[in-house]
DNA sequence: CTCCAAAGGTATGTCTGCGAGCCATTGGCG
DNA sequence: CGCCAATGGCTCGCAGACATACCTTTGGAG
């Protein structure tokens, strides 16, 4: 019996209770600026059908988000549940193995993803999609930085065609977003990020597979030795 | 909003019930070959535990898996749950891009993990383990090989020592045998496969991480054009 | 030969989450 | 100005899953 393969496969069938995971999506929506300050959640109802979860499950998840002011719910028709700007609040204390096993799935998804994407035929939405969120990223401020950057990289998922992948991606970025909101984001290394990110959209674009891939690289070890250097 | 990235976060937040999903696991285990026919599964009380659902939804998904006589129970110390031999079921009809998007988190997952792990410097247990691995896929039989290849594409992805990347990769590979358990195998592709397992695993010792994403390259564009002629 | 640990088999009460329905509020449209 | 569609707010009963406890079987250790 293969002793290490069992932990994969026997981890727990659930990631907790409905409510937790519920809420934890609805985060991931917020944190990663798939839907940005001032812009609406989808109605509780379509939440309930998409999610796979009940209404009520559903607006306890937006109640405690309430609660902790990173949404307001306003009734009536063309009212709804709003994003506030919020403040990113820090993660709590990660194991050395845990920092380098998201870094690792992380590395192999991003590289994957660009790899693929630069290796299909785009169309001409995606393409703009591609360059408006790299437009977005690089005149961003310090305080959105994460969100626009995160939304430039789940474009390149999406352009792989992949759900899945894109899904894989997100959660992955998810993690690691977690460790990167407790170390100091600098002017230095967004400029960085700006001009590798500029790299890895252009080869994207030309369909340069390797070329994406190796930019793509460059750019997750940068945070990934940057994270090490302050967390471990 | 990012209309195409609310797909992968919105997606629903339980796979099934604890049920459904607890069959799903066992069968992972049984048709991966991570427990193998005649061995015996963890005992109702530790994959309740490790699973994180009750028992009693545990031993109603091994009264299913007994009733498609997939496992026996024995009863009395010294009994437990054991694997019979089983004929893989063949899977429904799939769409298309279904198979698209599975084949693209594949060769992303499975190259990166290749790649990764050649690049580690790895024990003389983690060696050991690709050879015998390599050796049991090179002598499996037509009937045993697609448990044989898993348990050697899950070695490879323990390798990278990277826990939720080999679970993706179990994951990614379920789905993916699910459609090859649709099409017929045959001894040609069977030596083609030893041969590209040969280099990959030869990659990986030495070190050697291009070779190793390429030479995995390779054997995974095999299957997938299989895999598209045959199903579309 | 006896004991007993460890495994599967069974039963019961609790609680979470779900479905479904209805209410309250709001703002645009006719 | 009144209607009404779409949204959030609320309640109640049911089904699934859980924790816990206990029973039954089995084979090795003493």
């Known amino acids: 019996m293969m002793e290490h393969a069992q932990e994969a496969l026997f981890r727990p069938v659930r990631a907790g209770n409905a409510f937790e995971e519920t809420v934890e999506r609805l985060m991931q929506a917020i944190r990663l600026g798939v839907v940005a300050p001032g812009e609406r ?9 998409r999610l796979g979860v009940s209404r009520v499950t559903v607006r306890e998840a937006i109640r405690s988000l309430q609660e902790n002011n990173y949404v307001e719910s306003r009734r009536g028709r063309y009212g709804g549940t709003f994003v506030n700007d919020v403040i990113p609040k820090s993660a709590p204390g990660k194991e050395f193995g845990d920092i380098q096993d998201a870094l690792t799935l992380r590395k192999v998804l991003e590289t994957g993803a660009a790899e693929t994407a630069a290796g299909r035929s785009l169309g001409s939405a995606e393409r703009r999609g ?15 930085y994460r969100r626009k950057d995160s939304r430039l990289h789940l474009a390149i998922a999406e352009a792989t065609g992949s759900a ?8 992955s970025r998810m993690r690691v977003n977690e460790l990167l909101d407790t170390i100091p984001l600098l002017e230095p290394n967004l400029a960085h990020s700006n001009a590798q990110h500029e790299r890895i959209i252009t080869s994207i674009l030309d369909g340069d597979p390797l070329a994406a891939r190796q930019a793509m690289a460059e750019h997750l070890d940068g945070t990934a030795s940057l994270l090490r250097g302050f967390l471990v």
């Open 41 to 49: 959640l989808p109605s509780e109802r379509e939440l309930a059908t």
């Open 164 to 171: 899945s992948l894109t899904a894989a991606v997100a959660e």
């Open 130 to 144: 591609l360059r408006v969120r790299l437009e977005e990223a690089s005149t961003a401020t310090l305080a959105e």
